[in-house]
Structures are given as C-alpha cells and as structure tokens.
C-alpha cells in the first residue's frame, strides 16, 4: 500500500501547483484578517471567510475538473463561450445589478456574478485558436490580426462601458499575445497608433464630460445634481458611452495631483481609500506588524478586495509583499517554460494570455495599492475575496495545469523512441 501511494504523481506542473497552493494559502489568511467591516455587518466572525474558504474550495473543485480535459477540447468551447459573453454583457448593462455606481453583476437563480470574467476568458481562447490556426513560416498570417479584432473589440467595449481598467487590462493582453503569436509589426504599429489617438481623445471627453466634484462630499454633491444633468443632457449620445466619467475623471485628477499635504490636513472622508493605504503601508516598519494585527482594515472599505495588499504590507512587511509579487512572477516564467516545451502552437498561446491575464491585474492591483496606479476596482487574483473571479481564477490555472499535464511536447516523439530502444536492448 505504501509503495503505491509513494508512486502516486500530481498531474500537471508541481511549480504551478506550489504557486496556487501558497496564493490559497495566503488568501485565506488576509481575507480573515481584512474582512472586519465585513463581520460587523454579518454579526458572524468567521462568516466571511468561511463563505470565503467554501468559494476556493469549489474553486479548486473546478480547477481539477479542467486539469483532466485535454487542451484540444477548449477548442470546442471558444464559439460558445464568445456567444454567452456577449449575451451576458449586454444583459448585464440593461438588468444588471449596481454596486459602488458600476453596473457589473448580473444575478441568476440566486448568484451574482461578473460576465467579464467570462468575456475575458473567451476572447484569449479565440485569439490563441485564430494565431494558432494562421501560423505560417514568417509568422502569422496577416488576415488573423483582422479577425481578433473583429472578436475582442465587441466584448472589450461592451466590458469598458462598466469596468475601463478591465478592459484596458484584457486588450494589453490581447496586443501581447499578438506580438508573441508573431502579428507582422507593422500591423501592431499601426495598432498601437491608433489607440493612442484614441486613448488621447478618451481623455479629453472624459475630462470635458466628467464632473470633478464628483469626489466632494455628498451634500456637495446633491447641490450640484441639476447642473450635472443638464450638463449630461448638452452631450447626448457620449453621456451615455461615458456615463462613468465623474468616477474617472476624479480619480485621474486624484491621481496626477502631487500636491504636498500636512498629515493632519489630510481629508481622510473624501480619499478615503488611498489615504488609508498609505497609512497601512506607512505603519508596517518595513517588518510588518504580524498576521491578523492589522488596524486600517477596519477604516478601508475595501481592504478584503481592491486593497487587500496594502493590508499584506501592513501585517507582513516588505518581505510579505515582495513574496507575493514573486509567487505571480514565477506563474509567469514558469507558465512560459510550460508554454515553450509545447509541440503545437495553441496549447501555448493559451495558456501564455491566461498567465498574462492573471499577472496583469496583479501587478495592477499592486500598483494601485502603493499609489502607482489610479484607483480602479481590481481584485488581486487567487488572494482576493471574490465570487466570480475566484472560481474562474482558479478555472484559468486549470487550463495551465491541463496544457502542462496532456499537451504533446516537442521532446515526446524523442523520449519514447529512446524508451523503445531501452526495452530492445533490455529484451
């Protein structure tokens, strides 16, 4: 019995495994300790993190699932996946739920959940089926940068009407994943062009529509209501298509202000959130003040999910946080050495967006915690308190696992002609 289980392997890459495991492993952890307004509320100290555990544990429950399905059956999936996206996200803008002034989450028998989180998944399987599909020997064929953009601008827009850093995440990836599928330069040249005409002419709406004093206190805010109105109402159709540029534009104000301020003149009402971020990160002496002694986690509202980095720095110090971001790089390396070791083209590509996917919103969520970034509602992936992004999170390491564990690689034609020559010389 024992020299069966001493046989027994883990399928997939043990490396991946290890990083999952030791993310799960410090979620749980910081989501209890982060999670104090939230058990205020519930009356319940261990509610949250319990709800918490149960989601990862599913999560992981899913995860397996897709680590025994064979890459070549995600296949299957991408024309269905696309067409439910784009069903849920337009649903999602006409009877989705409000949270925070951002339509993001659609409930359904019960569940709430985000279809961006769908959208994203289906958009990099279509684009790794599309690159792998017109690889030539000079590179991709120049008809596949066409079609990804026939695919992934509908959802990215449809997600940016609600959630413009998740959208700008997943078409980085998506720019990315074209220059590693071998998208002929000039075509990404005159990409990257165009978005930043694009991303120029944003700006100028969003700050010509925007209400800066969207970010006063709310009385202030009821004054100026007509105003706002009647100001929406000038713009028309763009109102409409940047309903949501109050938020961005105080944010980006907020953000590009680098005005010196007195401790004690800090306004900790209306910045809130960052204020209490730099506070936390401030507080921890490099060394951290240890697990489950955090303080600004009772005065940051979102300290279990957008913020729950700062709260990392806060208990574990420097060393905390820099493992952290280490354990998301390692993902990445690890998950392009998986990536390079496969003998077809979309097995790699896939998995190559999905960590690109992951690591992105990390390193986002990092740098919004440290005040490099504005402020976005962008969870940290694997670490964060979540429902949708949790399961599909660890959906997504799934796939990486299964690629790792079924995909064909360059090496097997060798090894088992090598192992047949064994067993003759043997015989």
């Given at each position: 019995m024992f020299d069966k289980l001493t046989r027994l392997k883990i399928k997939g890459d043990g490396i991946i495994w290890m990083v999952f495991f030791l993310l799960c492993i410090i979620s749980v952890l910081e989501v209890y300790s982060a999670s104090s307004s939230l058990t205020y509320k519930a009356g319940n100290y261990w509610k949250p993190v319990l709800y918490h555990t149960v989601l990862l544990l599913f999560g992981v429950g899913f995860m397996i699932v897709t680590m025994n399905i064979k890459c070549k059956y995600f296949k299957i999936v991408t024309p269905f996946a696309l067409l439910l996206s784009l069903i849920m996200?337009?649903?999602?803008?006409?009877?989705?739920?409000?949270?925070?002034?951002?339509?993001?989450?659609?409930g359904l028998f019960g569940i709430q959940f985000q279809p961006s989180e769908i959208g994203k998944g289906a958009v990099i399987l279509a684009e790794a089926q599309i690159l792998s599909a017109m690889q030539t020997i000079d590179g991709a064929d120049r008809r596949a940068f066409r079609y990804i953009l026939y695919i992934s601008l509908p959802i990215v827009f449809l997600i940016a009407m609600e959630n413009l850093s998740t959208a700008a995440l997943l078409f980085l990836t998506v720019i990315i994943m074209m220059f590693i599928g071998r998208v002929?330069?000039?075509?990404?040249?005159?990409?990257?062009?165009?978005?930043?005409?694009?991303?120029?002419?944003?700006?100028?709406?969003?700050?010509?529509?925007?209400?800066?004093?969207?970010?006063?206190?709310?009385?202030?805010?009821?004054?100026?209501?007509?105003?706002?109105?009647?100001?929406?109402?000038?713009?028309?159709?763009?109102?409409?298509?940047?309903?949501?540029?109050?938020?961005?534009?105080?944010?980006?104000?907020?953000?590009?202000?680098?005005?010196?301020?007195?401790?004690?003149?800090?306004?900790?009402?209306?910045?809130?959130?960052k204020s209490h971020a730099k506070i936390a990160i401030a507080?921890?002496?490099?060394?951290?003040?240890?697990?489950?002694?955090?303080?600004?986690?009772?005065?940051?509202?979102?300290?279990?999910?957008?913020?729950?980095?700062?709260?990392?720095?806060?208990?574990?110090?420097?060393?905390?946080?820099?493992?952290?971001?280490?354990?998301?790089?390692?993902?990445?390396?690890?998950?392009?050495?998986?990536?390079?070791?496969?003998?077809?083209?979309?097995?790699?590509?896939?998995?190559?967006?999905?960590?690109?996917?992951?690591?992105?919103?990390?390193?986002?969520?990092m740098a919004v915690a440290v005040g490099l970034a504005p402020v976005t509602g962008q969870p940290?992936?694997?670490?964060?308190?979540?429902?949708?992004?949790?399961?599909?999170?660890?959906?997504?390491?799934?796939?990486?696992?299964?690629?790792?564990?079924?995909?064909?690689?360059?090496?097997?034609?060798?090894?088992?002609?090598?192992?047949a020559k064994m067993a003759l010389a043997t015989a």
């Open positions: 996200l337009i649903a999602v803008l006409v009877v989705g739920q409000s949270t925070n002034g951002a339509q993001r989450w659609i002929p330069k000039q075509q990404l040249g005159r990409l990257l062009g165009v978005l930043t005409l694009l991303a120029a002419f944003g700006f100028a709406m969003v700050m010509l529509i925007g209400n800066e004093q969207e970010k006063t206190a709310s009385a202030e805010k009821m004054n100026m209501t007509e105003q706002v109105t009647e100001k929406k109402e000038e713009t028309g159709i763009l109102s409409k298509v940047f309903h949501r540029a109050d938020t961005w534009k105080a944010r980006i104000i907020d953000f590009m202000d680098h005005t010196e301020v007195a401790p004690e003149d800090v306004d900790l009402d209306k910045d809130a959130q507080s921890s002496n490099i060394v951290g003040k240890g697990p489950g002694n955090s303080v600004e986690r009772d005065f940051l509202s979102q300290a279990f999910s957008d913020f729950i980095y700062a709260i990392i720095i806060e208990e574990m110090g420097i060393f905390g946080a820099a493992v952290v971001c280490l354990l998301y790089i390692i993902l990445l390396f690890r998950t392009a050495t998986i990536a390079n070791r496969c003998a077809n083209a979309f097995p790699a590509l896939l998995i190559m967006g999905i960590a690109l996917l992951l690591v992105t919103q990390a390193m986002f969520n940290l992936p694997l670490i964060s308190k979540g429902g949708t992004s949790t399961i599909v999170n660890c959906i997504y390491v799934g796939i990486i696992l299964s690629v790792s564990y079924t995909a064909k690689r360059k090496d097997e034609p060798t090894e088992k002609k090598t192992t």
